[in-house]
């Protein structure tokens, strides 16, 4: 899971561990032995000869080739590019700086739904398993530098609920709507993996009913469950509620559809998300997230929650109605939340531009919405100076002041066009 408190993570690779080649992956079964699933997954994902499983790196690598084994193994179709379980993702940032560079891979699996008339129609499962490498940036423990960041809760726990829902549905009955499993990469270093899939969809997104996102969930023990999401559909908490009674699990609702995990990208599209989630503790992005701490019982309801609400989703009688504006959407270039500066409400897509900044989408009500900009036009000039990257932008803002009228300029279709904002102020958000 991404943290609020540090910089988007970039972990390159250190000293403290032999460095790991594509060809060395560790067998699973001589790193499992005989531990049973859900935590097996666990036990192999966090295993120190993946060396944290950095994005684009060789341990990514090896953890990718581990989760499509395991979908081929549990009669998944490959739902990846070229008929593959795997779909590239460049893993540059125009945000952060600390980005690796590089191309890491989704990895993506399909249950067929049942139903002849519905299996077009999906329900998505995800989970990200990159994570931070030998903690050069992001670590919770900066005097540990170089050693091995497992990261077993964040987010191999995530990967292991999910790849055990994949095998609860598919040992039947199937769902009548399809079901697409997505472990995503990047995630650590700004959502890049599913912000990338979301822009390049493997699956029509037209198709999707719901995005169930599965990250940090290894430590439920005696707590409830927190549930981000709640509000973004109608029948959300009435459903949840029930299903957790029915497995005894006590449930935390927060309504907010956005946060530093995958599901911000999918709501961003106008798919409700529910996010899973079982707190932070001690561990949290240092070198003793292990997978020793991991709450196997409390894993394996979670995985079993994630699995039955799939399941209701996929129900041709089940409705699940969008809520749009459940939360403040994240970085939103000179937005609520600290600093000073004028307020445009603009939401930057971190995917990298010759020139300017992309905008994943404006916030509802914004004086960005206000002039007319939309998700996937390019801002080039704001107030007549050029921006070049997203730290222009901000500058540029910051340079004014709540009810300056200002000229907004983007690539759209590859075209200039011109607009015009009337910047609003933080404090009246």
Known sequence: MRSKLVPWSLLALGVWAPVLSAQECPDPATVIRALPSPLSHVRYLADDALQGRLGGSPGERCAGDYIAAQFKALGLKPAGEGGGYFQAVPLASIANSHAPGGTGRNVLGMLEGSDPARRGQVVIVGAHYDHLGLGEIGSTAPDQKGAVHNGADDNASGVAAMLQAARLLAEGPRPARSVLFLAFTGEESGLLGSAYFTKHPTVPLAAARAMINLDMVGRLGSQPLVVYGADTAREWRQLLERLGAELGIELGFIG??????????????????????????????????????????????????????????????????????????????????????????????????????????????????????????????????????????????????????????????????????????????
């Open 256 to 429: 907010d559809g956005y946060g530093p995990s995958d599901q911000t990208s999918f709501y961003l599209v106008d798919i409700p998300v529910v996010h899973f989630f079982t707190n932070t503790h001690a561990q949290y992005h240092g070198p003793a997230d292990d997978w020793q701490l991991i709450d196997s019982a409390g894993l394996g309801r979670i995985a079993l929650l994630s699995a039955k609400l799939a399941r209701e989703i996929a129900d041709p009688a089940v409705q699940v109605t969008l809520v749009r504006g459940a939360g403040q959407k994240p970085g939103a270039v000179g937005g609520p939340g600290g600093g000073y500066g004028a307020y445009l409400g603009s939401v930057p897509d971190f995917s990298p531009v010759p020139r300017g900044v992309l905008l994943g989408g404006v916030s509802a009500g914004s004086p960005a919405e206000q002039a007319g900009l939309r998700r996937g036009d390019v801002i080039v000039r704001l107030g007549g100076a050029e921006i070049a990257d997203l730290q222009a932008m901000t500058n540029v803002l910051r340079q004014h002041k709540p009810g300056d009228t200002v000229e907004v300029v983007v690539l759209r279709g590859g075209a200039e066009q011109k607009f015009t904002a009337v910047l609003g102020s933080r404090s009246n958000r």
